[in-house]
């Protein structure tokens, strides 16, 4: 690489290693004032003494550093300071950051002088070196049982910075915590191993020189749920990590709610509450709620969407204080107090010749007086309840006893419910909910008769007026079969969100397990590439614009099953609709509510009653006789409902 392209080379590394969400979050001021975070870092925020990432502190740098001083230390540190053995110390920002994502903190694979050919630019090994082994010999022990093809599919900004998957592992990975295979943690060993904790002796070298021998176990063997159970963050810690994610966001001033007050569409006013603002995530409540703004733009009719601006795990309680955030016809307007928020729908409403609506998707993250306050000073009591989950039963809100397995709802203050870690919140998801039931006049709309079912079979569920089925979708054939190879490997895919609630756990286990069958080959549908599985992954993003993105990839990929197995009871799943639309067949557990429901009423594929019957599919090769090959099933497009905008009329 010449040197004219050292400046180039240096912003495009500067780039690749800014955190843009951690400088967002942690400096209130660059998120109120819109500024491009990267921008504002190159060119002012370094010269401020501010953090690009969670990893890297500029005054320690500079303290360590003192020949740096005038220079971006950031820079500084990926153009040559990591080459000169230069440690940074981490954010004094971090634990706050990390307490609002809960995402794990990594210093990213950066290699300016990438695919020039280099030795390892630092000594591969320190002197965590059990007795007897140089260098050299501990990097062929590590190789020899280091799984490259992993280290990459884990951890994809290994594989997008184009550095040597070994040597970044031995000169960083091992450091941040990153797994050179998939059966090996180094965390598991050292708990499993406490004299290995003890003695300083890098975990995985270790294993190797002795552990191995010795018939060390590598983990505790919990199985993932056991691992849930293992990593569980008690209620009333999220709780109050939430209430000071929220403190650090204050309402904007009412000023800012002035576009309720020009003239609108005209044709009345809906009212909607989620969790979030479904303009900025992608997902399947996001996806209901696009395409009920769009049904009600169509109708020239406004749409005011509240969700809270800092999520929160449960209901908001009584008393507590948290910015409102608003969109007012697809459009974000920020963040502000409940009382403004009143006063600006009060006078919407009295302007608004075609009545007031409302529907509640969600209220996590709300406060339930706030809420009926805004409700009641837009005139409006007579509205949907959608049952997207089942946070109107419990905190809880799939239903899932410490997020392991399903609980079924059992009776509040029960043993069972007492022992879960959501049960301390259950009373206030119940007593708010049966508020709320009592003093509106709600429809109950569930989009399957399923996700009913398990409402109207919990003893504690809150009574509505009237109770609807609205499917979010329905199959319409198109006359065409799907064809495939009989003789190309089954093609298994996971499709949507890698979560260990919609089984991301266990479509890995199987992925690592026939990884090396050739009768196999497993694929990741979704936005964004996912570490843990072995696994090609086709990038996949669903929006109202867009809603048959899903089937459609499925198809041109010709994916054979489906492996959807969720641990909760989904009241719907656009994923099983998909699957089955492109022609995949379904796999499914007995737990996953309207995916197994779906899947036996249409015949669209297996309901197993376990894990070990799923592994034994695959084992046996029966699972191929689910191919498209095999089934030639019918091909179907999907027809999406209205959402709330088939129910107004009914609502008048």
Request: net charge negative.
């Amino acid at each position: 690489m010449g040197q004219g392209d050292a400046p180039e080379r240096t912003r495009r590394a500067l780039a690749a290693a800014f955190d843009p969400v951690f400088y967002r979050t942690v400096y209130d001021d660059i998120a109120r004032s819109g500024a491009d975070p990267f921008r504002h870092y190159a060119e002012t925020g370094w010269r401020e003494g501010r953090d690009p990432a969670p990893w890297f502190s500029t005054r320690a740098y500079l303290e360590r550093r003192p020949d740096v001083s005038g220079s971006d230390p950031f820079s500084h540190y990926l153009d040559r300071g990591w080459r000169e053995g230069a440690e940074p110390a981490p954010s004094r920002h971090r634990e706050r950051f990390l307490e609002r994502s809960g995402a794990p903190v990594r210093a990213p694979a950066v290699a300016l002088d990438a695919g020039e050919p280099q030795g390892p630019a630092v000594a591969p090994v320190d002197p965590d070196l059990p007795e007897g082994l140089t260098r050299e010999s501990a990097r062929e022990l590590v190789a020899a049982a280091f799984d490259r093809a992993h280290y990459l599919s884990a951890y994809p900004d290994i594989a997008a910075a184009g550095v040597d998957p070994l040597d970044h592992y031995l000169t960083a990975g091992r450091r941040e915590g990153r797994d050179p295979r998939p059966d090996f943690n180094a965390a598991d060993y050292l708990e499993v191993n406490p004299d290995v904790a003890a003695s300083g002796v890098d975990p995985f070298l270790h294993w190797r020189v002795a552990g191995q021998a010795e018939g060390r176990p590598l983990r505790f063997e919990l199985g993932f749920r056991g691992r849930i159970v293992a990593g569980l963050t008690p209620l009333s810690e999220r709780q109050e990590a939430a209430a000071r994610a929220a403190a650090d966001l204050p309402a904007g001033p009412a000023r800012g709610l002035s576009p309720l007050s020009v003239k609108g569409r005209g044709g009345g006013l809906h009212l909607t509450f989620s969790h979030d603002d479904y303009t900025a995530r992608v997902g399947g409540a996001q996806l209901c709620l696009q395409t009920e703004a769009a049904g009600l733009a169509g109708r020239g009719i406004d749409h005011l969407h509240l969700f809270p601006v800092a999520p929160w795990p449960t209901l908001r309680p009584a008393g507590s204080r948290a910015a409102v955030g608003v969109v007012w016809n697809g459009r974000t307007l920020g963040g502000f107090a409940a009382a403004d928020i009143r006063r600006a729908v009060k006078a919407r409403a009295a302007r608004s010749p075609g009545g007031v609506t409302f529907a509640i998707h969600s209220l996590l993250g709300h406060e339930i007086g706030e809420t009926l306050d805004v409700l009641a000073a837009a005139g409006a009591r007579r509205g949907l309840f959608w049952m997207h989950d089942f946070a109107g039963l419990c905190a809880g809100y799939h239903l899932m006893r410490d997020e392991a397995r399903d609980c079924g709802a059992p009776p509040a203050g029960s043993a069972a419910c007492r022992i879960c870690v959501f049960g301390p919140g259950r009373d206030l998801h119940l007593s708010a909910h049966r508020r709320l039931f009592e003093t509106l006049d709600l429809t109950l709309v569930a989009p399957s008769q399923a996700a009913l079912d398990v409402w109207n079979a919990a003893p504690d569920a809150p009574q509505a007026q009237r109770q609807v089925v609205h499917p979010h979708a329905r199959l319409a054939p198109t006359g065409r079969r799907a064809e495939g190879d009989p003789e190309a490997p089954l093609a298994v895919a996971f499709l949507g969100m890698p979560s260990a609630y919609k089984g991301w756990p266990v479509f890995t286990d199987l992925a690592h397990r026939f990884r090396d069958d050739p009768r196999y080959r497993f694929v990741r549908l979704g936005s964004a590439a996912a570490p843990g599985a072995p696994a090609d992954h086709i990038d996949v993003s669903v929006t109202a614009d867009n809603p048959h993105a899903m089937r459609q990839a499925l198809e041109t990929a010709g994916i054979d099953v489906a492996v959807l197995w969720s641990l909760c009871r989904e009241t719907f799943s656009f994923a099983a609709y998909e699957a089955a639309a492109a022609g995949a067949a379904i796999l499914t557990g007995p737990d996953s509510g309207n995916i197994a429901a779906f899947t036996r009423a249409g015949g669209h594929g297996l309901v197993l009653p376990d894990e070990s019957a799923l592994f034994a599919q695959f084992e046996s090769g029966a699972v191929r006789y689910l191919s498209r090959a095999s089934r030639n099933p019918d091909i179907c497009d999907i027809t999406y409902s209205g959402m709330s905008v088939d129910l107004l009329e009914a609502l008048s």
